[in-house]
């Protein structure tokens, strides 16, 4: 999904029109970055782009072992499908002007889900360049 709209460019209110951009591969390091933020939100029932311990974007990714050039971060929280969080991201100027951007080349997707947290389901979308 996150190819076909980057496929497709798109109108992201104030950061710009993005013209097709090309494709971005499965980045195994960035999926499991993006699973540990996700996991860390549902378990410790908050949201944000910093962990509760001052863990940044740079920081998980890192730790990771990617080495990178160039990052961005989506994160989303309670919707219930792969479809309504993309929409969701596609809606928001920032999000939707990361998912566009023609500078990254790789990413790692992941949910989450708690049912005693307040969200249910935590999703993020980490975007990297090597």
């Known amino acids: 999904m996150i190819n076909e709209r980057r496929a497709a460019g798109a109108v992201c209110g104030s950061r710009g029109t993005f013209a097709p951009a090309p494709a ?4 195994v390091q960035l999926t499991a970055a993006a699973y ?3 996991r860390d939100m549902a378990d410790n029932n908050y949201f944000g782009h910093d962990s509760l311990d001052g863990r940044t974007l740079a920081d998980r990714v890192t ?3 990617y080495r990178w050039s160039s990052l961005g971060e989506n994160i989303a929280a309670g919707y219930g ?3 309504q969080t993309v929409d969701a991201w596609m809606a928001s100027e920032g999000h939707c002007a990361n998912m566009m951007d023609p500078r990254f080349t790789e990413f790692g997707v992941a949910c989450a889900r708690n ?4 969200y249910r389901l ?3 979308l980490d975007l990297g360049r090597p």
């Open 24 to 27: 971005v591969a499965w980045q």
């Open 36 to 38: 540990g933020h996700s």
């Open 63 to 65: 730790v990771q072992g």
């Open 81 to 83: 499908s792969v479809r």
């Open 115 to 118: 049912d005693s947290s307040l």
């Open 122 to 124: 935590y999703w993020t």
